[in-house]
């Protein structure tokens, strides 16, 4: 095995990775010291991924084709413990995400940053310039728009190191396969859809005590009961 190769945990039909933030973070420094290494695309598997994953094809692949699929959801760190594989914790996507902006040692770096509506995206845009020594927003888009729109996009802003997606699943996923393909150069993150409204102030992050006993799930569910009760309900036990 290469310093490259990564190793994958297999958990039912999809793969993911016992990654850390630390170790996402070292991840980040060689991606950014060498644009050659290949794949470049970071996404993660929480509970609601996985159950969409099983029966959608395209969604399985699109995780596949990844460099590092995260777990980001403590429903996967049990199952995979339940089956022998050692996963220390869960590398929630916000934490990971602000572990890097606040980064010092950082190289120096340019991102496209997507999702949510035109309001917030901005709002988060201006909140990560203003507290990161490092990294750049050069353009914020919403998470509304064509696909043929993130295409263009993409390829008008050539010369930035990352494409930071905060949409839905499997739009993420479905983005990012657009991303990857019109810049492979680049570094293409799924940061989760509720990082962007959190950094814009729009959404309540869990506090430290729910997150530390993998209870995030639970105060997203009473926050937002009439739209998360199915895929929080039904879908962890499935």
């Known amino acids: 095995m290469n310093q490259y190769q990564v190793h994958r945990i297999q958990l ?18 060689l991606l950014l010291r060498d644009r050659a290494i290949q ?3 970071i996404l993660d598997l929480n509970a609601h991924v996985f159950n969409l994953a099983w029966t959608n094809e395209t ?35 916000t934490e990971a995400f602000r ?25 988060a845009a201006m909140e990560i310039e203003k507290i990161s020594s490092h990294c750049r927003i050069t353009k914020a888009v919403s998470g509304y728009m064509s696909d043929e729109d993130y295409r263009k996009v993409f390829i008008e802003t ?18 990012a396969d657009i991303a990857v393909a019109v810049r492979p150069d680049a570094i293409t993150w ?3 859809a ?3 409204k959190i950094f814009a102030g729009t959404m309540n992050e869990a506090p ?24 929080y309900l039904l879908g962890n036990p499935m």
């Open 59 to 93: 969604l399985r692949k699109s995780l596949d084709s990844a460099r590092i699929v995260t777990i980001d959801g403590q429903g996967v760190v049990w199952a995979c413990r339940l089956f022998g594989c050692n996963v220390p914790e869960r590398c929630n996507s």
């Open 158 to 175: 050539a010369d930035s190191d990352f494409i930071f997606l905060g949409l839905s699943t499997p739009k993420t996923q479905r983005i």
């Open 12 to 29: 039912g039909p999809s793969r993911c990775s016992s990654h850390t933030i630390p170790q996402v973070l070292d991840e980040m420094r």
């Open 39 to 41: 794949p470049r695309c």
């Open 194 to 196: 509720g990082t962007i």
């Open 99 to 123: 572990a890097f902006v606040l980064e010092h040692d950082m190289p120096a770096n340019k991102g496209v940053l997507v999702g949510a509506t035109q309001p917030e995206v901005d709002a």
């Open 208 to 231: 430290a005590f729910w997150k530390r006993t993998g209870l995030q799930w639970l105060h997203r569910l009473f926050m937002d009961p009439k739209n998360l009760w199915r895929r």
């Open 190 to 192: 799924g940061i989760g």
